[in-house]
């Protein structure tokens, strides 16, 4: 089987979330309003499913908008958050596994080697940063995954500050609003 080219992955994989990403631009008031509704008929179910979703795709909504939508339908904040919070883990193990895909195929030429050097390098404060703030935490753990970021170091540089994330911002709403 031929080798995939490192930069036409990269390229393929960039080009993917500046689409995605510009469709939730484009209908972001459309999506947090159907998200809502969802929340609204189904409850806790459709918190989970939301925030599979929101934390699976690489677009501009991060899982405070589940957490919104729950607190303002009265839901009990910490059940909202947990269940968030189960999403984000689910989603996100997966979205390391489909870069671990491609990790066998990437990896054999020796351009490649310049790029797993610098991941390897600089890529946890690059995760850290994604699972934090409002930089697009998916494409990270696609990059974690194929560049063979031990799963250790995953957990403590993406998920554990993902989860942090979650429950400040469901605290933040619990108390302050």
Same mark, same amino acid.
């Given at each position: 089987?031929?080798?995939?080219?490192?930069?036409?992955?990269?390229?393929?994989?960039?080009? &993917?979330? #500046?689409?995605? @990403?510009?469709?939730?631009?484009?209908? *972001?008031?459309?999506?947090?309003s159907?998200?809502?509704?969802v929340v609204s008929?189904?409850?806790?179910?459709a918190?989970?499913? +939301?925030a599979?979703?929101v934390?699976?795709?690489?677009?501009?909504?991060g899982?405070?908008?589940?957490?919104?939508? $729950?607190?303002?339908l009265?839901?009990n904040?910490?059940?909202?958050?947990?269940?968030?919070?189960i999403?984000?883990?689910?989603?996100?193990?997966?979205?390391?596994?489909i870069?671990?895909? &491609? %990790?066998?195929?990437?990896?054999?030429?020796?351009?490649?080697?310049?790029y797993?050097?610098?991941?390897?390098k %600089?890529?946890?404060?690059?995760? &850290?940063?994604?699972?934090?703030?409002?930089v697009? %935490? +998916?494409p990270?753990?696609? @990059?974690? $995954?194929?560049?063979?970021?031990?799963?250790?170091?995953? #957990?403590?540089? $993406? *998920?554990v500050?993902?989860i942090i994330?979650?429950i400040?911002? $469901?605290l933040?709403?619990g108390?302050?609003f």
């Amino acid at each position: 089987m031929k080798r995939a080219n490192p930069i036409q992955i990269v390229g393929f994989v960039g080009f &993917f979330v #500046v689409i995605v @990403f510009l469709l939730g631009i484009v209908f *972001l008031n459309q999506i947090k309003s159907e998200i809502s509704n969802v929340v609204s008929l189904y409850g806790y179910p459709a918190i989970f499913f +939301v925030a599979l979703i929101v934390e699976a795709l690489a677009q501009p909504i991060g899982p405070e908008v589940p957490l919104i939508s $729950g607190k303002v339908l009265g839901l009990n904040m910490v059940y909202v958050s947990l269940i968030v919070i189960i999403g984000s883990i689910l989603a996100t193990f997966v979205n390391y596994k489909i870069g671990g895909f &491609f %990790y066998d195929r990437i990896c054999e030429d020796k351009r490649c080697e310049k790029y797993l050097e610098l991941y390897r390098k %600089y890529g946890k404060y690059g995760l &850290f940063i994604a699972a934090i703030g409002p930089v697009p %935490y +998916v494409p990270f753990c696609w @990059f974690s $995954g194929a560049f063979g970021m031990k799963i250790d170091r995953f #957990v403590y540089y $993406g *998920l554990v500050p993902r989860i942090i994330r979650i429950i400040v911002v $469901g605290l933040a709403l619990g108390f302050f609003f």
